[in-house]
């Protein structure tokens, strides 16, 4: 865009002379007066016309960094059913949100560049901020996705310094060729995490479990740094499919991920292992209750597929656990180890002329240890106190996509169903207490729009 700005400058200065130079060759057509009318008129309306054209110009302070302006818009429906109560919600999504992106780079010499990056998303209207009483999700404007700045060997890597994903970011989604990463993969609460769990038979506000939502009993990935964090992280180059990427940073976070992806024969085959390293309070590995306030925790997570290119044909699988090493006490323990499974199928290719299709169906299983504490009065489940110790999430999907290559858009359509059991148990008799929910379900409708 500066080029076009230097380029609008440069016709400035030379369209004067020439349109002289054009008026003094054609003077013996025109009298002097329709001359000078003439070259007035033409030149005032392309000064106002250029003046225009540079004011919408995007500028960059300096010619030797360069700019550039992408980003995303990225809108979905949501028609949800929590088991009583059915409704259509209009939102951004928690899954690649909608942004803003600023980027640029500088050549240093043959071996080195340096360059940077700004993303900035909205923090209001998220799919996981909306709930059964509340369709807006309104928590703050923007907040800032990315800013870093990296510099770049061609044999050595790339150092980034910042805010921007964990280095085992990407680890539970290697050999995911499914082309779906706009409404499928491993986040459960990416549609539901911010609805509240509803109790068997029980409709209206009064069935609502007010103290738990779906993203409270969900583990989300553990082993892949899908988060942004305040980092430092090293990227190597790319070996024979092979790529390993290490972070450090916040209150002594660390993780690594290592990372394949190399097309053999008619296939393309991924893999891809994290492992991470957490002491930071902020972190998502340290849970949320009072009672989980480890010190450290450690999550590993790892990915593997495939896609046979003639066919479309794809399938992959994901998993991972968290280990936060806590002595909780029996009856009340859940258990150190939380764990996660995940796979999907389907087939991806180019059957018209506007881009490739796909459809896919897909399964997740994951516990999680909770090990919350109520008192009495203060839980949905009982008059008395109670513990909850921990969760059981499934879900089941479908999904069908059609990329639109000449808008860089796709459009899809997907549907998921999801069952929770909980394990509540009186904290004094340690006995079981009922605490039989509602399924959720979901249908989105979506388009994501690059430009």
Partial sequence: MASISRELRLLRRAMPASLMAILALSAGLASPAAAADLGDSCCADLEERIAELEATTARKGNRKVSL???????????????GHERNVYESDTSTWSSRF?????????????????????PADGLSTNLNQLDDDGFRGGLRLARNYYYINNKRLGRISVGLLHEGNDGATGGGDFSGSDSQAGSGVGDMNGGFFLRRAGVGGVAGLVSELTWADVTIESPGDGASERNIVRYDSPTFEGFKLAWSWGEDDDWTVGLFFEKEIGDFEVGASVGYGNYRSPVSECRQRSALRSAKECTAVGGSLGF??????????????YL????????????????????TKAGIYRQFFSLGHSGLFGEYYRGSKAIEELYAAGTSSFAPG??????????FYGIGAFQDIDAASAQIYLS?????????????????????????FQAIVMGMRLEF
Avoid: C
């Fill in 68 to 82: 550039k302006v992408s980003g995303q818009v990225h809108r979905v429906l949501t028609f949800w059913d929590d």
């Fill in 101 to 121: 992106r600023f980027s640029g780079a500088a050549r240093i010499n043959d071996e080195w560049d340096a360059g940077y990056r700004i993303e900035i998303a």
């Fill in 307 to 320: 896609r046979h290119v003639p066919t479309g044909l794809h399938a992959n699988y994901s998993t991972g």
């Fill in 323 to 342: 280990d936060d090493d806590l002595p909780t006490p029996a009856p009340l323990r859940f258990g150190d180890e939380q764990t996660w499974h995940y």
């Fill in 385 to 394: 106190a109670t513990f909850l110790r921990g969760s059981m999430v499934e």
């Fill in 415 to 439: 549907y998921r169903n999801f069952d929770v059991d909980l394990d509540v148990v009186d904290p004094v008799a340690g006995t079981n207490i009922d605490a039989a929910l509602e399924r």
